[in-house]
């Protein structure tokens, strides 16, 4: 059973840059594909970025692409999440997921992933 450990949220003007991580242990990370997601408050989670397991496919909701880039590092066992041209409508928690499965294929839907992080906040000022 893996255990996700999410880091380096904060506080970012408009335009700015953020790189949060997720730090998986207790399980072979190679196994996993990845993902984040996020919470605004009052809003249902959202998905934002998913990884294959060898890394290879990344997969991005309309919302973030072109401004987010999702990877990941089988050496350190983390998946990070590189957070670039901030809007304050990216203001929410993010947390990231993580899947077992045997192939090479992304997910997108909440029920898909076994494992979830306790996420970590992410504020935009305007």
């Known amino acids: 059973q893996v255990q996700l450990v999410e880091s380096g949220g904060g506080l970012v003007q408009a335009g700015g840059s953020l790189r949060v991580s997720c730090a998986a242990s207790?399980?072979?990370?190679?196994?996993?594909?990845m993902g984040w997601f996020r919470q605004a408050p009052g809003q249902e989670r959202e998905f934002v970025a998913a990884?294959?397991?060898?890394?290879?496919?990344?997969y991005y909701s309309d919302s973030v692409k072109g401004r987010f880039t999702i990877s990941r590092d089988a050496a350190k066992n983390t998946v990070y999440l590189q957070m670039n041209s901030l809007k304050p409508e990216d203001t929410a928690v993010y947390f990231c997921?993580?899947?077992?499965?045997?192939?090479?294929?992304?997910?997108?839907?909440?029920?898909?992933?076994?494992?979830w992080g306790q996420g970590t906040q992410v504020s935009v000022s305007s």
């Open positions: 997921a993580a899947r077992l499965t045997s192939g090479g294929a992304v997910y997108t839907l909440n029920s898909a992933y076994n494992y």
């Open positions: 990884i294959s397991r060898n890394g290879i496919i990344t």
């Open positions: 207790g399980g072979t990370f190679d196994l996993y594909a």
